[in-house]
């Protein structure tokens, strides 16, 4: 297939074309290198920088490529920021997802995959969060991606538009040391916890140990960049004969705060001081995400679940980078 992929020098779009390529696609990546590197971008991968502001650009690339699919991940993707500049969340996502989907019916693609969240579920009723949870999203950024996902619906119903909506939490690891994890500002735990290892950082603040949880900090899902990869090249394939879907996807276990900066200890050798702070207003006690439903209709299944190995590979990525990305 060829796919066209927006944010494809990115964290997780990078690793997502880097796995296509390896299973025999080609791509296509555009990207405005606001939150991207050029240098994650895989060498066989045609680069387009562009912007989803720009309809015409757009245009100018599906004409010309002509894509079997589209991969959606660029997107201001800050929940703290989408609460101090909501109109960057609930306009510009929206908006440039809006041009990206008109372009999307007007060249005929007719398979689409979008980067959601699992901030869509900001009060689930039941944890582990299943996709046919009610969706409240935690955010202006959860809200976005839920205005996407209606979009979604109706290009569905009336163009045909097939579609796959994967929400998730916290993606990490690496894909190789050479592809990973690099962020301005950096708002993660285990890329800030290896910032301590590497000496950038004097600590890590731990916000709030008092939760009800077996160690008294937050538990979060953790899964490695390279299964939610797998996760999206199975749902577009999925798409060639089937029907919209929405998946969440997780680990299928969750890691406390404290379990996280233990691993990284054990894995770099380094102390890791940390700093007991407030709780963060809004932090809920634990949040995990249930993939029950794509491991049994696409047969989809984590392949590197250990925190260990999430943080290995992450750290390896680290060594080798320590300032991320080679600027200019």
């Not at 690339?61 to 909501?86: K, N």
């Not at 299964?227 to 276990?253: C, F, M, P, T």
Request: charged residues 20%.
């Amino acid at each position: 297939m060829k796919v066209f992929v927006t944010g494809g020098a990115g964290y997780i779009g990078s690793t997502v074309v880097a796995e296509l390529i390896a299973a025999g696609d080609s791509v296509v990546v555009f990207d405005n290198l606001y939150q991207g590197h050029r240098g994650a971008v895989h060498p066989e991968a045609i680069f387009i920088q562009g912007d989803l502001a720009d309809r015409g650009a757009i245009d100018a690339a599906l004409a010309e490529h002509r894509p079997d699919g589209i991969m959606h991940f660029a997107s201001y993707t800050l929940v703290g920021e989408s609460v101090t500049h909501p109109f960057l969340y609930l306009g510009d996502n929206v908006r440039n997802a809006l041009n990206l989907l008109e372009s999307a019916v007007q060249y005929d693609v007719r398979r689409f995959i979008l980067s959601s969240t699992a901030n869509l579920f900001d009060d689930p009723e039941e944890m582990p969060i299943k996709a046919t949870e009610r969706i409240v999203p935690g955010s202006p950024y959860g809200e976005s991606k839920y205005l996407i996902e209606r979009l979604l619906h109706w290009l569905d119903k009336i163009y045909g538009l097939r579609y796959a909506a994967l929400r998730y939490f916290n993606a990490c690891g690496s894909h190789s040391p050479d592809l990973g994890e690099d962020h301005d500002p950096e708002t993660h735990l285990i890329p800030l916890v290896l910032q301590v290892a590497l000496g950038q950082r004097p600590h890590i603040t731990v916000f709030g140990d008092d939760y009800p949880t077996p160690d008294g900090t937050c538990v979060r899902d953790y899964i490695h960049v390279v299964d939610l990869a797998q996760a999206h090249i199975l749902a577009l394939r999925a798409l060639e004969n089937g029907v919209s879907r929405k998946y969440n996807l997780g680990n299928g276990q969750g890691f406390s705060v404290k379990e996280v900066i233990e691993v990284a200890r054990q894995v770099t050798g380094h102390p890791i001081p940390t700093v007991i702070g407030e709780r963060r207003p809004g932090d809920p006690a634990i949040l995990i995400a249930d993939s029950t439903a794509i491991q049994q209709e696409l047969g989809w299944k984590p392949r590197y679940p250990s925190l260990q190995t999430i943080i290995e590979t992450a750290w390896a990525w680290h060594q080798r980078h320590p300032h991320g990305y080679e600027k200019g």
